[in-house]
C-alpha cells in the first residue's frame, strides 16, 4: 500500500480538517504500516491493531495535547505514536536509543502518562481530571482500559473513587471480544442479582415450562430462551455495574465503526458527569494470522521481513521452558503442588502445565496481590503452591508478601521470571529492585539459579521447605544448562559452590553473571591475576562460613549481581565483611540507582559493567587502587 496521508501527519490538528472517508483511508495506512515496520523491528502488534480507527477518533474529536488521552499499559499506543509527530522515527521502536515501545512523558506532550503495567489509567485520569479545581486549566480527559485490565482491583478502586466524587471523565472500556463477565468479579455480584430475583425466576420458569408443553419445537423454544437471557445478561449486567458506580453507561460500540465511533465520543465529550463507553474491537484487526491468534502475535521478534510470521529461533531453553517443564516434573510425583499466575500464563511458561493440570491452574487476571494472597489460603491447608510473576509485577504484592505470608510463616514458593534486565520492554518491565525487595523481608529465603539444572535443584529444595516463603529469582535469557532427565538435588539452604579457586580477588557472582565471572577469571589468570570465583546461588540467607573464610585469604572482593546495587546482594555482603573485620577493598557491580532505558540485554549489561569485560577492568581497577594505597 501506497501511504499518501500518514507521512504527512506531523500532530492530530492535521486530521481535524479530514472526512470520514480521509479518516477511514488513515486508518488503513496506519495499520498497514504497523504491521509493515513491527513485523520487521519487532514489538506488541495484535493490541495496537486492535485500536486503530479508535485512536484516529480521538484525535479526531479531541483537541490533543491540551485534552488528555491516558492509555492504559501503553504497548497498544503505537498508532497513537504515529499520529503525534513521530512517523518518522517509528522504525526505531524498541530498539537501543529509539522509540519507547511504551507510552514516556520524556518522550513527547502528547504522553500525558506513562506506564507499562495494566489497570493505572482511570486512576491517573481521575487524578489529571481533578487537578483543575487547583490549577484553573480547562480541558477533557479520557482514559483507555480494555477488558483484561479490568480484572485488576486498582481499576475498580478508581471507578467507585471518580463515581463518588463525580469526576468529569470519560472511561473507554476497550472489550477486545472476550468476554468480560468472568474476568471482572463485581460483575458477578449484579448477576446473581438478577438471575436470584423472584420476580425473574417466576417469569423464566413459567415461561420454560409453557414451552414444555408445545407439541412441536420444544428443543428450538428453549434453546431461544436460553439465548435471550444470555444476551440481557451480557448487556444490561455491566451497565448496570457502571451505573451503580457513579458512571452513565454508553455502548456497546463497534470499535471499528471509524463514523460510530466520531459520532459517539462527539455527542458525549461535554459532559460534565464521569461516563463510560463501551467498545467491542477484536485483537490483531486486519491482519489474518494475528486475529486468529492474538496471544501469539500480542508481541512479535524482529524477523527481517515485513511479511507477519513470527520465527522462532533454536537455541538452548529459556529459564521460561526450563520452569515450564519442571513445574510439570514436579506436578506429576505430588498431588500437593498449584501453580498460580496473574495473566502472564504464556510469559511465565506455565501453559503447558495449565493443559497438562488444568484443575491445577490458577490465572487470577492482572490482580497479583489477590493471587500471593490466595496462595497463602491455599498454603494454610497444606496446599504447596508455585507463584510465578514477573519480578517487576511482583512489586504491586510487596505488602501481600509480607503480611499473608511471611509473618505468618506459609510455605509459598514464588518463581520471579524477567529478573534483571528485560530488553526491549524497558525500565517498566526490568526486573532490577527484585534482590532489594525481597531480601529485606524477614524470614524468606531468597536464591538466584545459575543454569536450568540448578533452577531443578532450588525448585525441589523449596518445596521440601516448610518454614515460610521462598523466592527464585532468574532472567529473561537463555538457561545456559538444562538435562531433561537429570535428577533433582536438595541444596543446603544458604550454601554457596565455588566454582574455580583462586588467590588474590574472590568473585562473588549471583545467577547466570557466573559465567561472566568464570570468563573474565580465565581471561586475567593470562595476567597473573588469579580469582575465586563464587556461585552465590542464595542471596538470603548467605554462606556465612565462605564469608568468614574470605577474611583471612583475600584483599580484594568483587560482587556481581543483575539487579540494583542499592540495597541488593552486594550490599549484604559488603555490610557482612565489615562487621566481620575484613579489611580489605569491596566492590559492588550491578545495575545503577537510576531507572535504566530499554535496549537488548547483552547490550545493556555490557554498557552497565555487568559482564565478562566489565569485570575484568573493575578486578584491575581494584588491583590498581589497592597497590597506590599499599
Known amino acids: 500500500m501506497q501511504l499518501k496521508l500518514l507521512p504527512n501527519i506531523k500532530s492530530p490538528a492535521d ?10 483511508q488513515l486508518a488503513d495506512e496506519i495499520r498497514f504500516h504497523t504491521i509493515d515496520v513491527v513485523s520487521e523491528v519487532g514489538g506488541h502488534l495484535a493490541s495496537t491493531l486492535g485500536v486503530v480507527e479508535l485512536t484516529v477518533a480521538l484525535h479526531k474529536v479531541y483537541h490533543t495535547p491540551t485534552d488528555k488521552i491516558i492509555w492504559d499499559v501503553g504497548h497498544q499506543a503505537y498508532a497513537h505514536k504515529l499520529l503525534t509527530g513521530r512517523f518518522d522515527a517509528f522504525p526505531t521502536i524498541r530498539q537501543y536509543g529509539g522509540l519507547s515501545g511504551f507510552l514516556k512523558r520524556a518522550e ?44 485488576g482491583g486498582l481499576a475498580f478502586e478508581a471507578l467507585n473513587n471518580a463515581g463518588h466524587i463525580r469526576t468529569p471523565m470519560l472511561v473507554i472500556l476497550n472489550d477486545n471480544e472476550m468476554s468480560i463477565s468472568p474476568n471482572v468479579g463485581a460483575m458477578n455480584t449484579y448477576l446473581t442479582k438478577i438471575v436470584t430475583n423472584p420476580l425473574y425466576n417466576r417469569i423464566r420458569d413459567e415461561i420454560w415450562n409453557m414451552s414444555g408443553k408445545l407439541p412441536f419445537g420444544k428443543k428450538t423454544a428453549r434453546s431461544m430462551l436460553h439465548r435471550i ?18 458512571f452513565r453507561y454508553f455502548g456497546p460500540i463497534d470499535g471499528h465503526n471509524l ?40 508481541g512479535v521478534k524482529p ?71 490466595f496462595a497463602a489460603g491455599l498454603a494454610t491447608e497444606g496446599v504447596r503452591p508455585i507463584v510465578a510473576i514477573y519480578s517487576t509485577f511482583l512489586q504491586r504484592a510487596f505488602d501481600h508478601i509480607i503480611h499473608d505470608v511471611a509473618i505468618q510463616h506459609l510455605p509459598v514458593v514464588f518463581c520471579l521470571d524477567r529478573s534483571g534486565i528485560a530488553g526491549e520492554d524497558g525500565p517498566t518491565h526490568h526486573g532490577a529492585l527484585d534482590l532489594a525487595y525481597l531480601k529485606c523481608i524477614q524470614d524468606l529465603v531468597l536464591a538466584a539459579p545459575i543454569n536450568g539444572n540448578e533452577l531443578r535443584h532450588l525448585l ?32 543446603p539452604i544458604g550454601s554457596w559452590e565455588i566454582m574455580s579457586p583462586g588467590k588474590d580477588v574472590a568473585l562473588l557472582a549471583v545467577g547466570p553473571q557466573v559465567y561472566d565471572a568464570l570468563g573474565a577469571a580465565e581471561k586475567l589468570s593470562q595476567s597473573g591475576i588469579s580469582c575465586e570465583v563464587v556461585n552465590c546461588r542464595f542471596i538470603k540467607p548467605m554462606d556465612e562460613a565462605y564469608l568468614e573464610s574470605i577474611i583471612g585469604r583475600f584483599k580484594q572482593v568483587i560482587t556481581i549481581e543483575e539487579g540494583i546495587v542499592t540495597g ?21 557491580l550491578g545495575l545503577p540507582n537510576s531507572f535504566v532505558e530499554h535496549g537488548p540485554r547483552d547490550v545493556l549489561l555490557k554498557k552497565l559493567g555487568i559482564s565478562q569485560d566489565g569485570i575484568i577492568e573493575a578486578v584491575i581497577a581494584l588491583k590498581e587502587s589497592f597497590q597506590i594505597r599499599v
Not at 15 to 24: D, G, N, P, Q
Not at 268 to 277: G, M
Request: charged share 25%; hydrophobic share 35%.
Open 259 to 298: 463514523d460510530e465511533l466520531v459520532r459517539t465520543l462527539d455527542r458525549i465529550k461535554d459532559l460534565k458527569t464521569p461516563a463510560l463507553l463501551h467498545i467491542l474491537t477484536k485483537k490483531g484487526k486486519g491482519m489474518g494470522v494475528a486475529e486468529d491468534d492474538p496471544v501469539k502475535y500480542h
Open 460 to 491: 525441589y529444595t523449596a518445596l521440601d521447605y516448610q518454614d515460610g516463603p521462598f523466592a527464585i529469582r532468574y532472567p529473561k535469557s537463555s538457561s545456559v544448562e538444562f538435562d531433561l532427565h537429570s535428577q533433582a538435588e536438595l541444596l
Open 229 to 246: 437471557e444470555e444476551s440481557l445478561k451480557t448487556l444490561l449486567v455491566p451497565g448496570m455495574l457502571f451505573e451503580e458506580l457513579g
Open 108 to 151: 513527547s506532550e502528547y504522553d500525558v502518562f506513562g506506564a507499562g503495567h495494566a489497570s493505572t489509567s482511570i486512576s491517573a485520569g481521575a487524578g489529571i481530571a481533578e487537578s483543575q479545581k487547583y490549577t484553573g486549566k480547562k480541558f477533557k480527559v479520557v482514559s483507555v482500559i480494555g477488558d483484561g485490565a479490568m480484572t
Open 568 to 588: 541488593g546482594f552486594g550490599e549484604g555482603v559488603s555490610a557482612w565483611l565489615s562487621v566481620h573485620g575484613f579489611k580489605g577493598d569491596t566492590r559492588i
Open 15 to 24: 486530521i481535524r480538517e479530514y472526512s470520514l472517508e480521509e479518516l477511514r
Open 303 to 373: 524477523n527481517g521481513s515485513s511479511n507477519g510470521k513470527v520465527r522462532t529461533p533454536i537455541s538452548i531453553k529459556s529459564f521460561q521452558d526450563v520452569f515450564g517443564s519442571l513445574v510439570c516434573e514436579i506436578a506429576r510425583n505430588r498431588n500437593d503442588t498449584v501453580c498460580i499466575t496473574a495473566a502472564m500464563g504464556e510469559g511465565t511458561g506455565l501453559m503447558s502445565f495449565a493443559r497438562e493440570f488444568p484443575k491445577r491452574y490458577y490465572d487470577v487476571g492482572i490482580a497479583e496481590g489477590h493471587g500471593v494472597t
